[in-house]
Protein backbone atom coordinates (compact mmCIF):
# COMPACT_ATOMS: atom_id res chain seq x y z
CA UNK A 1 0.00 0.00 0.00
CA UNK A 2 1.42 3.34 0.98
CA UNK A 3 5.20 3.58 0.56
CA UNK A 4 6.45 3.01 3.95
CA UNK A 5 3.47 1.46 5.37
CA UNK A 6 0.56 1.97 6.01
CA UNK A 7 -1.15 5.58 7.08
CA UNK A 8 -4.04 4.52 10.06
CA UNK A 9 -5.88 7.57 11.29
CA UNK A 10 -7.61 7.30 14.54
CA UNK A 11 -9.97 9.65 16.81
CA UNK A 12 -8.86 9.82 20.08
CA UNK A 13 -10.18 11.76 23.22
CA UNK A 14 -10.64 11.06 26.99
CA UNK A 15 -13.36 8.39 26.27
CA UNK A 16 -13.46 4.53 26.95
CA UNK A 17 -14.68 4.43 23.74
CA UNK A 18 -11.60 5.53 21.71
CA UNK A 19 -9.13 3.67 23.73
CA UNK A 20 -11.31 0.58 22.83
CA UNK A 21 -10.98 1.01 19.28
CA UNK A 22 -7.51 1.93 19.57
CA UNK A 23 -7.06 -1.43 21.21
CA UNK A 24 -9.30 -3.22 18.56
CA UNK A 25 -7.23 -2.21 16.29
CA UNK A 26 -3.78 -2.45 17.86
CA UNK A 27 -4.96 -5.89 18.59
CA UNK A 28 -6.24 -6.96 15.34
CA UNK A 29 -5.10 -4.61 12.47
CA UNK A 30 -1.69 -3.56 13.56
CA UNK A 31 1.47 -4.21 10.87
CA UNK A 32 4.96 -3.76 11.79
CA UNK A 33 5.95 -0.68 9.40
CA UNK A 34 1.78 0.80 10.11
CA UNK A 35 2.58 4.43 10.40
CA UNK A 36 -0.36 5.86 13.27
CA UNK A 37 -1.88 9.30 12.93
CA UNK A 38 -3.29 10.48 15.99
CA UNK A 39 -6.42 12.90 15.60
CA UNK A 40 -7.38 15.06 18.43
CA UNK A 41 -10.46 17.82 18.68
CA UNK A 42 -10.03 20.03 21.50
CA UNK A 43 -12.99 20.99 23.33
CA UNK A 44 -14.50 24.73 22.72
CA UNK A 45 -15.68 26.70 25.19
CA UNK A 46 -17.95 29.67 25.40
CA UNK A 47 -16.67 32.87 27.19
CA UNK A 48 -19.44 34.63 28.76
CA UNK A 49 -18.31 37.39 31.44
CA UNK A 50 -15.26 35.75 32.34
CA UNK A 51 -11.67 37.10 33.67
CA UNK A 52 -8.36 37.27 31.40
CA UNK A 53 -7.53 34.98 34.91
CA UNK A 54 -10.25 32.60 34.69
CA UNK A 55 -9.81 32.26 31.22
CA UNK A 56 -6.04 31.71 31.53
CA UNK A 57 -7.00 28.85 34.12
CA UNK A 58 -8.75 26.91 31.88
CA UNK A 59 -6.75 27.09 28.89
CA UNK A 60 -3.86 25.87 31.42
CA UNK A 61 -6.38 22.73 32.66
CA UNK A 62 -6.71 22.03 28.78
CA UNK A 63 -3.50 22.06 28.04
CA UNK A 64 -2.85 20.04 31.14
CA UNK A 65 -5.82 17.36 29.58
CA UNK A 66 -4.18 17.39 26.36
CA UNK A 67 -0.67 16.46 28.01
CA UNK A 68 -2.03 13.77 29.57
CA UNK A 69 -3.85 12.36 26.91
CA UNK A 70 -0.78 12.16 24.76
CA UNK A 71 1.07 10.53 27.36
CA UNK A 72 -1.44 7.73 27.77
CA UNK A 73 -1.10 7.22 24.15
CA UNK A 74 2.53 7.39 23.81
CA UNK A 75 2.53 4.78 26.38
CA UNK A 76 0.00 2.77 24.48
CA UNK A 77 1.85 3.29 21.13
CA UNK A 78 4.82 2.14 22.75
CA UNK A 79 2.86 -0.99 24.97
CA UNK A 80 2.52 -1.95 20.79
CA UNK A 81 5.71 -1.70 19.72
CA UNK A 82 4.33 1.25 17.00
CA UNK A 83 7.46 2.01 15.29
CA UNK A 84 5.69 5.45 13.83
CA UNK A 85 3.29 7.84 15.14
CA UNK A 86 2.60 11.45 15.64
CA UNK A 87 -0.65 13.52 17.38
CA UNK A 88 -2.39 15.43 15.49
CA UNK A 89 -4.41 18.62 17.14
CA UNK A 90 -7.15 19.92 14.90
CA UNK A 91 -9.37 22.36 16.29
CA UNK A 92 -13.38 22.02 15.07
CA UNK A 93 -15.76 19.65 14.73
CA UNK A 94 -14.20 15.76 15.63
CA UNK A 95 -15.72 13.81 12.37
CA UNK A 96 -14.34 16.81 9.76
CA UNK A 97 -11.00 17.20 11.56
CA UNK A 98 -10.57 13.22 10.87
CA UNK A 99 -11.77 13.09 7.36
CA UNK A 100 -9.74 16.01 6.45
CA UNK A 101 -6.64 15.24 8.33
CA UNK A 102 -7.16 11.57 6.84
CA UNK A 103 -7.55 13.16 3.21
CA UNK A 104 -4.16 15.37 3.79
CA UNK A 105 -2.12 12.57 4.37
CA UNK A 106 -4.33 9.68 2.08
CA UNK A 107 -4.60 7.36 4.54
CA UNK A 108 -5.28 3.36 4.04
CA UNK A 109 -8.22 3.71 7.17
CA UNK A 110 -9.86 5.37 9.81
CA UNK A 111 -10.37 4.02 13.31
CA UNK A 112 -13.56 4.72 14.91
CA UNK A 113 -14.98 4.64 18.07
CA UNK A 114 -18.85 4.59 18.85
CA UNK A 115 -20.87 5.98 21.49
CA UNK A 116 -23.61 3.84 20.49
CA UNK A 117 -24.51 1.27 23.62
CA UNK A 118 -27.74 -0.92 24.63
CA UNK A 119 -30.55 -0.43 22.89
CA UNK A 120 -29.57 3.01 21.89
CA UNK A 121 -27.39 1.66 19.44
CA UNK A 122 -29.77 0.45 17.48
CA UNK A 123 -30.70 3.83 16.48
CA UNK A 124 -27.84 6.26 17.65
CA UNK A 125 -24.62 5.41 16.17
CA UNK A 126 -22.56 8.40 17.37
CA UNK A 127 -22.75 11.71 15.40
CA UNK A 128 -18.73 11.50 14.93
CA UNK A 129 -18.73 7.87 13.29
CA UNK A 130 -21.81 8.91 11.32
CA UNK A 131 -20.10 11.44 9.93
CA UNK A 132 -16.83 9.32 9.27
CA UNK A 133 -18.20 6.87 7.92
CA UNK A 134 -20.15 8.81 5.31
CA UNK A 135 -17.63 11.20 4.10
CA UNK A 136 -14.32 9.51 4.29
CA UNK A 137 -12.96 8.41 0.56
CA UNK A 138 -10.74 5.51 2.42
CA UNK A 139 -11.83 2.30 4.63
CA UNK A 140 -13.26 2.94 8.02
CA UNK A 141 -12.85 0.41 11.07
CA UNK A 142 -15.76 1.08 13.36
CA UNK A 143 -15.03 -0.49 16.58
CA UNK A 144 -17.67 -1.00 19.63
CA UNK A 145 -17.67 -2.77 22.76
CA UNK B 1 -9.98 -13.83 20.71
CA UNK B 2 -12.37 -16.33 19.25
CA UNK B 3 -11.06 -19.89 19.97
CA UNK B 4 -9.74 -21.01 16.94
CA UNK B 5 -9.00 -17.57 15.52
CA UNK B 6 -11.16 -14.76 15.08
CA UNK B 7 -14.77 -15.13 13.13
CA UNK B 8 -14.65 -12.67 10.25
CA UNK B 9 -18.24 -12.49 8.66
CA UNK B 10 -17.98 -11.09 4.67
CA UNK B 11 -21.39 -9.85 2.68
CA UNK B 12 -20.68 -11.19 -0.75
CA UNK B 13 -22.69 -10.75 -3.65
CA UNK B 14 -22.07 -10.23 -7.61
CA UNK B 15 -20.93 -7.18 -7.41
CA UNK B 16 -17.34 -5.38 -7.30
CA UNK B 17 -18.23 -3.70 -4.30
CA UNK B 18 -18.30 -6.66 -2.38
CA UNK B 19 -14.84 -7.81 -4.09
CA UNK B 20 -12.90 -5.09 -3.01
CA UNK B 21 -14.09 -5.09 0.31
CA UNK B 22 -12.94 -8.88 1.01
CA UNK B 23 -9.71 -8.10 -0.77
CA UNK B 24 -9.47 -4.93 1.40
CA UNK B 25 -9.84 -7.53 4.79
CA UNK B 26 -7.57 -10.21 2.68
CA UNK B 27 -4.65 -7.95 2.19
CA UNK B 28 -4.82 -5.70 5.23
CA UNK B 29 -6.00 -7.41 8.07
CA UNK B 30 -6.22 -11.39 7.59
CA UNK B 31 -4.28 -13.26 10.11
CA UNK B 32 -3.71 -17.14 9.75
CA UNK B 33 -6.04 -18.74 11.76
CA UNK B 34 -9.11 -16.71 10.84
CA UNK B 35 -12.12 -18.42 10.22
CA UNK B 36 -14.18 -16.76 7.50
CA UNK B 37 -17.86 -16.60 6.84
CA UNK B 38 -19.30 -15.48 3.57
CA UNK B 39 -22.77 -14.98 4.03
CA UNK B 40 -24.76 -14.47 0.70
CA UNK B 41 -28.68 -13.63 0.09
CA UNK B 42 -29.95 -14.75 -2.93
CA UNK B 43 -32.17 -12.18 -4.49
CA UNK B 44 -36.09 -12.01 -4.55
CA UNK B 45 -38.23 -12.53 -7.53
CA UNK B 46 -42.04 -11.79 -8.09
CA UNK B 47 -43.91 -14.36 -10.07
CA UNK B 48 -46.43 -13.30 -11.53
CA UNK B 49 -48.90 -15.11 -14.08
CA UNK B 50 -45.36 -17.15 -14.94
CA UNK B 51 -45.93 -20.69 -15.84
CA UNK B 52 -43.87 -23.47 -13.97
CA UNK B 53 -41.24 -24.01 -17.07
CA UNK B 54 -40.31 -20.74 -16.81
CA UNK B 55 -39.84 -20.77 -12.59
CA UNK B 56 -37.74 -23.84 -13.00
CA UNK B 57 -35.61 -21.79 -15.43
CA UNK B 58 -35.27 -19.04 -13.35
CA UNK B 59 -34.53 -21.37 -10.63
CA UNK B 60 -31.77 -22.58 -12.40
CA UNK B 61 -30.13 -19.67 -13.04
CA UNK B 62 -29.95 -18.91 -9.60
CA UNK B 63 -28.66 -21.91 -8.95
CA UNK B 64 -25.68 -21.30 -11.46
CA UNK B 65 -25.00 -17.96 -10.40
CA UNK B 66 -24.82 -19.24 -6.60
CA UNK B 67 -22.18 -21.32 -8.07
CA UNK B 68 -20.02 -19.04 -9.95
CA UNK B 69 -19.99 -17.02 -6.84
CA UNK B 70 -19.27 -19.71 -4.83
CA UNK B 71 -16.84 -20.85 -6.80
CA UNK B 72 -15.05 -17.46 -7.30
CA UNK B 73 -14.54 -16.51 -3.64
CA UNK B 74 -13.49 -20.39 -3.26
CA UNK B 75 -10.69 -19.35 -5.73
CA UNK B 76 -9.53 -16.15 -3.70
CA UNK B 77 -9.81 -18.34 -0.50
CA UNK B 78 -6.89 -20.39 -2.12
CA UNK B 79 -5.50 -17.46 -3.36
CA UNK B 80 -5.10 -15.70 -0.23
CA UNK B 81 -4.29 -19.05 1.56
CA UNK B 82 -7.37 -19.05 4.04
CA UNK B 83 -7.58 -22.19 6.32
CA UNK B 84 -11.24 -22.47 7.48
CA UNK B 85 -14.53 -20.71 5.80
CA UNK B 86 -17.38 -21.48 5.09
CA UNK B 87 -20.66 -20.16 2.64
CA UNK B 88 -23.92 -19.12 3.99
CA UNK B 89 -26.80 -18.54 1.58
CA UNK B 90 -29.32 -16.61 3.93
CA UNK B 91 -32.64 -15.43 2.61
CA UNK B 92 -34.36 -11.90 3.62
CA UNK B 93 -32.65 -8.48 4.00
CA UNK B 94 -28.73 -8.30 3.70
CA UNK B 95 -27.92 -6.11 5.75
CA UNK B 96 -30.33 -8.32 8.39
CA UNK B 97 -29.04 -11.40 7.22
CA UNK B 98 -25.60 -10.50 7.86
CA UNK B 99 -26.20 -9.40 11.47
CA UNK B 100 -28.06 -11.99 12.48
CA UNK B 101 -25.03 -14.37 11.13
CA UNK B 102 -22.53 -12.34 13.01
CA UNK B 103 -24.65 -13.23 16.13
CA UNK B 104 -25.06 -16.41 15.62
CA UNK B 105 -21.15 -17.34 14.56
CA UNK B 106 -20.20 -14.64 17.70
CA UNK B 107 -17.99 -13.22 14.68
CA UNK B 108 -15.50 -10.57 15.71
CA UNK B 109 -15.54 -8.73 12.89
CA UNK B 110 -18.09 -7.73 9.89
CA UNK B 111 -16.65 -6.74 6.62
CA UNK B 112 -19.09 -4.61 4.19
CA UNK B 113 -18.42 -2.91 1.07
CA UNK B 114 -20.21 0.36 -0.03
CA UNK B 115 -22.03 1.56 -3.17
CA UNK B 116 -21.83 5.19 -2.36
CA UNK B 117 -19.41 6.71 -5.40
CA UNK B 118 -18.37 9.86 -6.04
CA UNK B 119 -20.83 13.09 -5.32
CA UNK B 120 -23.59 10.86 -3.90
CA UNK B 121 -21.06 8.80 -1.29
CA UNK B 122 -21.65 11.97 0.86
CA UNK B 123 -25.00 11.31 1.62
CA UNK B 124 -25.66 7.85 0.41
CA UNK B 125 -23.76 5.02 1.78
CA UNK B 126 -25.75 1.88 0.99
CA UNK B 127 -28.93 0.67 3.03
CA UNK B 128 -26.97 -2.74 3.59
CA UNK B 129 -23.70 -1.16 5.29
CA UNK B 130 -25.74 1.23 6.84
CA UNK B 131 -27.98 -1.35 8.61
CA UNK B 132 -24.81 -3.16 9.80
CA UNK B 133 -23.10 0.12 11.19
CA UNK B 134 -26.29 0.20 13.06
CA UNK B 135 -27.15 -2.77 14.01
CA UNK B 136 -24.02 -5.16 14.68
CA UNK B 137 -22.69 -6.05 17.82
CA UNK B 138 -19.25 -6.32 16.80
CA UNK B 139 -16.87 -3.73 14.98
CA UNK B 140 -17.00 -3.32 11.38
CA UNK B 141 -14.70 -2.74 8.79
CA UNK B 142 -16.64 -0.64 5.70
CA UNK B 143 -14.37 -0.79 2.81
CA UNK B 144 -14.72 1.34 -0.49
CA UNK B 145 -12.55 2.07 -3.40
Not at 4 to 33: H, P, Q
Not at 35 to 63: C, G, M, W
Not at 115 to 142: N, Q
Amino acid sequence: MAEGGRKVVIGVDESSFAEEAFNFYAENFLKEDDVIILVHTPERYNFVDASPAVIQELLNEIKKKLKVLEEKYQEKLKAYNVKTAKFVSKEGEAGEAIVAIAEREKANLIVTGTRGMGKLRRTFLGSVSDYVIHHAKCPVLVCRK
